[in-house]
T-cell receptor, first 116, second 111 residues
Framework: EAGVVQSPRYKIIEKKQPVAFWCNPI?????LYWYLQNLGQGPELLIRYENEEAVDDSQLPKDRFSAERLKGVDSTLKIQPAELGDSAVYLCASSSNPLVTYNEQFFGPGTRLTVL | GNSVTQMEGPVTLSEEAFLTINCTYT??????LFWYVQYPGEGLQLLLKATKADDKGSNKGFEATYRKETTSFHLEKGSVQVSDSAVYFC??????????FGSGTRLLVRP
């Protein structure tokens, strides 16, 4: 079974440019998460989707970040315009049903963004 | 708010040494607790979990016990291998199903 797929794996851009990251969750997983991982830190949740609906986007900086999951399957996270401080790893994860007491989140390999 | 604190690394051990990575948490209620591992170039993988007090999670020789009285979930392994070299993250899941991670501890095991 394929895991969570993310692309690209690496991205280098200049500040003020736009950038987009793509994630395809494990087949059948209704819940999709985007996390931000700064160097030397643990991941921090940016947004959680249940199917097409963003149910927790309280940590998403909405002035420059946006996300979509139009058909409830794959998802795109966008930054426009990028700033130097956005350099980090962007992780995508998915799970089958968060309403179960515990439901494992499976993580993709991440996209490492460098903003110059 | 909810938070996780784990010991800073790197932790450097010789092969077959005993490993302990400390983790303490602050949370309202009774969160589920996890250890994730991140091998070089790979995504985070769930290593073990415990969902209630006194539960012991175990996997691949690693163990951690949910200690409510000390709000701790320390990771232990009796004999580490070179292949255990990775970054280990302690995490809790809050009441809104959000994972809150510690800052990670890098383990380096030398032959």
């Amino acid at each position: 079974e394929a895991g969570v797929v993310q692309s690209p794996r690496y991205k280098i851009i200049e500040k003020k440019q736009p950038v987009a990251f793509w994630c395809n969750p494990i087949s059948g997983h209704n819940t999709l998460y985007w996390y931000l991982q700064n160097l030397g830190q643990g991941p921090e949740l940016l947004i959680r989707y249940e199917n097409e609906e963003a149910v927790d986007d309280s940590q998403l900086p909405k002035d420059r970040f946006s996300a979509e999951r139009l058909k409830g399957v794959d998802s795109t996270l966008k930054i426009q315009p990028a700033e130097l401080g956005d350099s980090a790893v962007y992780l995508c994860a998915s799970s089958s049903n968060p309403l179960v007491t515990y439901n494992e989140q499976f993580f993709g390999p991440g996209t490492r963004l460098t903003v110059l | 708010g909810n938070s996780v604190t784990q010991m800073e690394g790197p932790v450097t051990l010789s092969e077959e040494a005993f490993l302990t990575i400390n983790c303490t948490y602050t949370a309202t209620g009774y969160p589920s607790l996890f250890w994730y591992v991140q091998y070089p170039g790979e995504g985070l993988q769930l290593l073990l979990k415990a969902t209630k007090a006194d539960d012991k999670g175990s996997n691949k020789g690693f163990e951690a016990t949910y200690r409510k009285e000390t709000t701790s979930f320390h990771l232990e392994k009796g004999s580490v291998q070179v292949s255990d070299s990775a970054v280990y993250f302690c995490a809790l899941m809050d009441s809104s199903y959000k994972l809150i991670f510690g800052s990670g501890t890098r383990l380096l095991v030398r032959p």
